[in-house]
C-alpha cells in the first residue's frame, strides 16, 4: 500500500519542472555579417524562386513558434514580396514530404536593407527529431514588377554554423510549390553551409499541477482513504 500512495503522490507532483525554450540562431556576429549572403532570389529573370534551410526539432521545445531569415530587399528599388512557408523534409531524397504544416500569408512590406523577415505567432506542433524546412518563395505570387533579394548566408570555415541541417534551394519556377516535392540542391561551396536565420521553439503546454495546498489536501485524502480501508479490513477479521 505505501508504494502506492507514494506513486500517486509522485504523479500529482510531475510536470512541475519546468524546460527552457530553444532559440536557433546563425546571426550572430562570429557567424554572420552582411559581406556573406547569396542571391539573387524573386520573381525577376534568372532569378531563384525559393529557399530553405532544414532544422531539426528539438528534443523536447517540439513547438515552432517563429523563424526568420536575414534578407536584403529591394535591390531593384522595388517592394519584395514573399510567402513563408514550413514542410516536412525527407533529409534522405532532399525534398518536402506531404502538404505544407504552414502557409503564411504574402508579405509586402520588404524595403530598404537587411532585415529579419519570416513567421512570427506560430504554434506549430512537432515530432522530437524530426526535419523540417523553413522556406521563403515567390512561388503562388503574381506580380507586375520584378524584383529580387539577397539571404543572408552563415559560414564558419570547416565547421556548421548550425549542426541540424543546411541551407537549401530549389531551381524550379513552376508558378506552384509542387516542385517542392523534387529534389533541392544544398549550398555548399566547399564548406557547409547554412542562411543566416533564427527559429524559436518552446514545449508543448503541460497540464496545470495543483496547488500545494491542493496537494497536501489530496494527499491527505488518499491516505485517510486507505487507512479506512485498513480498518474495515481489520474489523472484518476480527
Known sequence: MKRSLLSGFGLLLAGSVG?????????GPSLWDTSNSFGKFGNAANAIATFG??????????????????????LNATATQLRFYVF?????????????????AIQTS??????????????????????IILVGSTEEIAVSVADTVEVGLAITGPADAYAG??????????????????????????EHSDFAFTADFTAPPVPDVP????????????????????RRTRSARA
Open 19 to 27: 524546460v527552457a525554450d530553444t532559440t536557433i540562431d546563425t546571426t
Open 53 to 74: 534551410q532544414v532544422v531539426t526539432v528539438p528534443a523536447t521545445d517540439t513547438r515552432l513558434t517563429a523563424f526568420k531569415f536575414e534578407l536584403n530587399p529591394n
Open 88 to 104: 516536412a523534409w525527407d533529409n534522405a531524397a532532399y525534398h518536402t514530404t506531404g502538404s505544407a504544416l504552414h502557409t503564411g
Open 110 to 131: 520588404f524595403l530598404d536593407g537587411w532585415q529579419l523577415a519570416g513567421l512570427d505567432s506560430l504554434s506549430l506542433d512537432l515530432t522530437a527529431g524530426s526535419k
Open 165 to 190: 541541417g543546411a541551407a537549401f534551394v530549389t531551381t524550379f519556377n513552376g508558378g506552384d510549390i509542387s516542385w517542392f516535392a523534387s529534389p533541392w540542391s544544398e549550398l555548399n561551396s566547399g
Open 211 to 230: 496547488e500545494a495546498g491542493t496537494v497536501a489536501a489530496g494527499f491527505g485524502l488518499v491516505v485517510a482513504s486507505a487507512g479506512l480501508a485498513w
